[in-house]
């Protein structure tokens, strides 16, 4: 057993503000920067930033696995935290300003299985799960452009 680490950084073209406010709105952005390996995303309560709880699917690695994350903001504007309800997987993104633009890093940890297992675990959901980050941080980008004059920013 160990904590498994996936993570995954870009810049994105939009300022802080904009971008955060895509990531912490649950309801009306943040479902569509999701990759395909995403799916059955709904809002069970709340909708934007902390207090909001969210379930979803992911398919990586011919594997589906449910989640139900709780939002947190441990600074807002900047970091955002969604800490699933059955594990101890945490999802970490953080917003930087970079000029006009923002840097943005998704990462996840999790305390790894044991055994043969928790080796293959280790070995490959990583990388797996860090293409999918990439792939989302593409969509986020574009996603932002798109939206980027709509009072999105908080």
């Known amino acids: ?5 996936a993570s995954a ?4 073209d939009a300022p802080a ?15 569509h920067f999701l990759p395909p390996a995403f799916s059955g995303f709904q809002v069970e309560s709340g909708g934007v930033g902390a207090g909001t709880v969210v379930r ?3 398919t990586a690695g011919g594997r589906q696995r449910e989640y139900r994350m709780e939002v947190s903001e441990p600074e807002p504007g900047r970091m955002l935290t969604e800490s699933d309800t059955n594990s ?13 633009a923002s840097s943005v890093r998704v990462t996840t940890t999790w305390t790894g299985a044991g055994g043969i297992g928790g080796f293959f675990e280790r070995r490959f959901a990583p990388n797996a799960m860090e293409r999918i980050y990439a792939d ?3 969509r986020l980008d574009v996603h932002v452009r798109q939206h980027a004059g709509d009072g999105t920013g908080r």
């Open 1 to 5: 057993m160990g904590t498994v680490r």
């Open 88 to 100: 101890s997987l945490v999802t970490t993104f953080v917003v930087e300003p970079r000029g006009d």
């Open 56 to 58: 979803f699917t992911v």
């Open 136 to 138: 989302e941080l593409d």
């Open 17 to 31: 503000d904009v971008v955060y406010g895509c990531i912490a709105d649950m309801r009306d952005h943040h479902p």
């Open 9 to 12: 950084e870009r810049l994105v």
